[in-house]
Nanobody
Framework: QVQLIESGGGLVQAGGSLRLSCAAS????????MGWFRQAPGLEREFVAA????????YYADSVKGRFTISRDNAKNTAYLQMNSLKPEDTAVYYC???????????????????WGQGTQVTVSS
């Protein structure tokens, strides 16, 4: 399995921006589709964004569409989540995950993802 480490979280005011990174080791990331999920206290983990293994196809949750951008640099074995126009409701622990694509370019459910990072806290103050 590929090992994932997120970074880039922090405290930001509403309307601000953060860029999360997800660095992979152990395997070449180019074989995996990638996803970002988030989990706020007391809530279930929810899908945020996904990207195909080549980076050519992306998909977003309605709640972040137009504000967040998922990308990847396979040469650097790293995926990213650029978050703009942040809102207090974006506050959560953010996780990146990797899945072997089997007939689909990405997944929006957690189950197909076999590798997960430890998470990075994002806090948006009002």
């Amino acid at each position: 399995q590929v090992q994932l480490i997120e970074s880039g979280g922090g405290l930001v005011q509403a309307g601000g921006s953060l860029r999360l990174s997800c660095a992979a080791s152990g395997r070449t990331l180019s074989s995996y589709s990638m996803g970002w999920f988030r989990q706020a206290p007391g809530l279930e983990r929810e899908f945020v964004a996904a990207i195909s293994s080549s980076g050519g196809i992306t998909y977003y949750a309605d709640s972040v569409k137009g504000r967040f951008t998922i990308s990847r640099d396979n040469a650097k074995n790293t995926a990213y989540l650029q978050m703009n126009s942040l809102k207090p409701e974006d506050t959560a622990v953010y996780y990146c995950a990797a899945a072997i694509p089997r007939g689909v370019p990405y997944y929006t459910q957690p189950r197909p993802y076999g590798s997960w990072g430890q998470g990075t806290q994002v806090t948006v103050s009002s």
